[in-house]
Nanobody, 111 residues
Framework: QVQLVESGGGLAQPGGSLRLSCAGSGSAFSRFIARWYRQAPGEQRELVAS???????SYADSVKDRFTISRDNAKRTVDLQMNSLKPEDTAVYYCNLGPMWGQGSQVTVSS
C-alpha cells in the first residue's frame, strides 16, 4: 500500500513559480505511473501531468512548456515544478499513484 503526503503550493503572482512535492511510502511506489491532477472550484478534476517509472512524461496542453513533472524512485518522491503561473492555474492539486491520492494542495495565482 502506498501512502502519499503532499507539500508545497500556496500563493503566487501571475508569472511566478511554485513547486509541489509528493512523498510516498511503501515498496509499491515504483510500480505505478505518477500523476498530478487539479480541481478548480465548480470544475471536474483534470489530469495535469504524468510520469512513468522510467521517466517518460506527458502534459495537458494547458500546462505544456510551463510545468515540469519529475520523480525520484529511490526517494519515493514526485514533484511538479510550475512556472509562468496564470490565474487559471488556481486549483487544488492532487498527486496520484495507482489507487492512492495525496491530501491535496491549494495553489492560488493572483496579483
Amino acid at each position: 500500500q502506498v501512502q502519499l503526503v503532499e507539500s508545497g503550493g500556496g500563493l503566487a503572482q501571475p508569472g511566478g513559480s511554485l513547486r509541489l512535492s509528493c512523498a510516498g511510502s511503501g515498496s509499491a511506489f515504483s510500480r505505478f505511473i505518477a500523476r498530478w491532477y487539479r480541481q478548480a472550484p465548480g470544475e471536474q478534476r483534470e489530469l495535469v501531468a504524468s510520469i512513468t517509472y522510467g521517466g517518460s512524461t506527458s502534459y495537458a496542453d494547458s500546462v505544456k512548456d510551463r510545468f515540469t513533472i519529475s520523480r525520484d524512485n529511490a526517494k519515493r518522491t514526485v514533484d511538479l515544478q510550475m512556472n509562468s503561473l496564470k490565474p487559471e492555474d488556481t486549483a487544488v492539486y492532487y498527486c496520484n499513484l495507482g489507487p492512492m491520492w495525496g491530501q491535496g494542495s491549494q495553489v492560488t495565482v493572483s496579483s
